[in-house]
């Protein structure tokens, strides 16, 4: 049955600046699959899925990635390091520019308004969303390999899952000019966590009664309200409780069978 939600339900595409052919083509094919299978990977879950730390590193405050010289691409370090700080909205075109060290001509060079920056740092989300439904198939290996990916490319305190976070909240505007593709990115992550744990319950992994896709959605929830609480409650801790790596894989474990 065709999944209204990835069949446009979300709402139109904004206008030019689909994301990437692949990402876009496991969206629309979605309808009537028992899930996406992605190529098998013969490399070990941490290779295969740690192959994307290029898309994820963080980006430290005042500094660009040094693994491009590219100024575009320091452009886009810049601006998705503060869109995942202040969001969309909170982020001018100048302030970026002085978070680069570039001149507000000088970026406008690259992109030409603040739109396009934005959907030159969502393909970065897709890519990586891409990657993930490559990996299916070796997520669905056993639970271990997704507890793993929970520690790996679902890392809440990563900066990918930071920015994912922060645009999510945002996107409730619908005004957003985002707002399509980041919804879109969300139901990549449930559908991918969907698929590995409705095979986890064909073969009797999962607690009796488990619904894979309540679960799905109950995890990416989690993950992105960690993201959030590492950003925001974790500078009023003084005791340092809460690892959100470890809570992610408690909330996992507590519907896989011992």
């Known amino acids: 049955m ?17 994301g990437p052919a692949p990402l876009s083509t496991a ?43 590219s100024r575009r691409e320091e452009i886009l370090d810049g601006a998705a390091a503060l869109f995942a700080e202040r969001g969309y909205h909170g982020a001018s075109l100048r302030d970026i520019s002085r978070r680069v060290g570039i001149s507000h001509p000088g970026m406008l060079h690259h992109f030409a308004s603040k739109d396009a920056l934005l959907g030159a740092v969502i393909d970065r989300l897709e890519q990586h969303a891409q990657g993930l439904i490559d990996a299916t198939g070796e997520l669905k290996r056993s639970p271990q390999a997704l507890l793993a990916a929970l520690a790996g490319v679902w890392n809440p305190t990563t900066h990918l899952m930071t920015l994912l976070a922060t645009l999510s909240a945002e996107t409730v505007n619908p005004e957003h000019p985002g707002r399509f593709r980041i919804a879109r990115l969300r139901l990549v992550h ?23 896709s309540f ?24 005791n340092g409780d809460g690892d959100p790596v ?7 474990r507590s519907f896989l069978r011992d």
């Open 215 to 238: 679960l799905a959605r109950t995890t990416v929830s989690v993950m992105l309200s960690l993201s959030v609480r590492e950003n925001s409650v974790r500078a009023l801790q003084k």
């Open 246 to 252: 470890q809570d992610l894989q408690q909330l996992v």
């Open 190 to 212: 449930e559908h991918v966590i969907e698929q590995v744990l409705a095979s986890f319950q064909e073969r009797g992994l999962l607690v009796e009664g488990a619904d894979p």
């Open 27 to 69: 969206l629309s094919d979605r309808a009537g699959e028992a899930g996406v299978h992605g190529p098998e990977i013969g490399d070990p879950l941490t290779k295969a899925l740690l192959s994307l730390d290029s898309i994820s590193a963080d980006v430290p405050e005042g500094a660009v990635t040094r693994r491009s010289p």
């Open 2 to 18: 065709t999944n209204p939600a990835l069949s446009g339900a979300v709402g139109p595409s904004p206008s030019p600046g689909p």
